[in-house]
């Protein structure tokens, strides 16, 4: 499972494109020897997928798409954003007076727990977050950014959707046949956008059976 820059783990970088994104992952998939793999993605995840595999089409095999389509988003995750902003990392002595800081924005339960995945100590055991907020922050337009510029994607792909989310419509078919041909468009019941929170078992299900 890779984390993209500014996330997890990797490195932090004050440039955050699609195209800078592609070329960690292909760095990455040249470290390790890999002509081409299966590449999925879920939302901001999904759509680096769709970037990399209508670039080089030579490096994916089989993509997966889960709840995100080709298209440019507005942005949309500001209660997000705020629920990082209310956690005063100077202040809080534990995990649970940052969730009790972060339950004064309007977000689910499970979205709050998601957040706070973020949390971790520095060598000084200082709180900080993983992520790099400030650049994500100010990348947040461009992270919605749509498609249609590096081609198409011509090998198998599939596009996943939850039925209680409103990410990928009817209207959106038309572009997502387009630019990748061999795709099928396929709903798990009763999941929102957190398809995997919601409905990890069907989700499995569905992906295992596509990449076999």
Do not use: C
């Not at 999904?46 to 089989?62: A, E, I, P």
């Not at 200082?126 to 990348?139: M, P, S, T």
């Amino acid at each position: 499972m890779v984390d993209l820059r500014n996330h997890g783990n990797s490195p932090h970088s004050n440039e955050f494109t699609y195209d800078l994104i592609d070329e960690d992952l292909i760095g990455l998939l040249d470290d390790e020897g890999l002509k081409k793999a299966h590449v999925l993605g879920h939302s901001l995840g999904g759509k680096v997928g769709m970037h990399l595999s209508t670039r080089f089409q030579d490096r994916v095999d089989k993509l997966v798409v889960i709840d995100i389509a080709p298209k440019y988003y507005p942005p949309h995750h500001q209660d997000v954003f705020r629920a990082f902003r209310s956690v005063d990392l100077d202040a809080i002595k534990s995990r649970k007076e940052a969730s009790d800081q972060m339950s004064t924005i309007d977000l689910p339960f499970g979205v709050r727990q998601f957040i706070l995945k973020n949390l971790t100590r520095n060598e000084d055991e200082q709180f900080i977050w993983k992520v790099n907020l400030d650049v994500l922050e100010r990348a947040n337009d461009k992270i919605g950014g749509g498609f249609g510029k590096n081609g198409v994607f011509t090998n198998p792909t599939l596009f996943i959707a939850g039925e209680n989310s409103d990410y990928i419509l009817p209207e959106d078919h038309e572009k997502i046949g387009r630019l990748f041909p061999s795709s099928k468009i396929e709903t798990i019941a009763g999941a929102g956008h957190w398809v995997h929170a919601d409905k990890p078992e069907e989700l499995r299900e569905m992906v295992l059976e596509f990449l076999a």
